[in-house]
C-alpha cells in the first residue's frame, strides 16, 4: 500500500480516494474507521491493529493534530512491542511511505481537525 496523497477530508491510497478515517494495512485499507471517542485512540479502537502485530503503527492525529493517542493505549502498544509514531496526518503518511515495504507497518489516520 501507498499513499499518494492526502488533504484535509480526503486521502488517496493506490489510486483510490477515500473520504472518511481509514487504517491502512500492508495488504489492505479499512475505510470509515471510527473510534470509541472521536478525538482520542483507545485500545478499543486498535483492536485489529493488535492482532496484526505490526513493527511500527503510524498514527495520523489530524490536520491540525487534535486527536491524541491515551495512555493506556500507548502502554499496551509498548507491551505489545509496536512501536508508535503519532503526529499530524500529512507527516504520518510520508512516514508511513517511508517505512514501507522495509518494516512492517500499520497505519490509522485521521483526516480532518
Not at 500500500?1 to 485499507?29: N, Q
Not at 483507545?42 to 492482532?51: A, L, N, W
Not at 513493527?55 to 491515551?70: D, N
Not at 510520508?94 to 480532518?112: E, K, S, W
Amino acid at each position: 500500500m501507498r499513499i499518494d496523497d492526502y488533504s484535509f477530508g480526503r486521502i488517496v491510497i493506490d489510486g483510490r480516494t477515500y473520504t472518511s478515517d481509514v487504517i491502512v494495512f500492508p495488504d489492505r485499507v479499512i475505510s470509515n474507521w471510527w473510534r470509541k471517542e472521536g478525538h482520542e485512540l483507545s485500545i478499543e479502537d486498535i483492536d485489529e491493529v493488535i492482532t496484526e502485530t505490526p513493527e511500527v503503527l503510524v498514527v495520523g492525529t489530524g490536520s491540525s493534530g487534535l486527536m491524541r493517542v491515551l495512555p493506556e493505549t500507548e502502554s499496551r502498544l509498548k507491551g505489545e512491542k509496536i512501536k508508535l509514531i503519532a503526529t499530524p496526518t500529512d507527516e504520518a503518511c510520508t512516514i508511513f511511505n517511508d517505512l514501507m515495504p522495509a518494516r512492517r507497518a500499520v497505519a490509522c489516520l485521521h483526516l480532518t481537525c
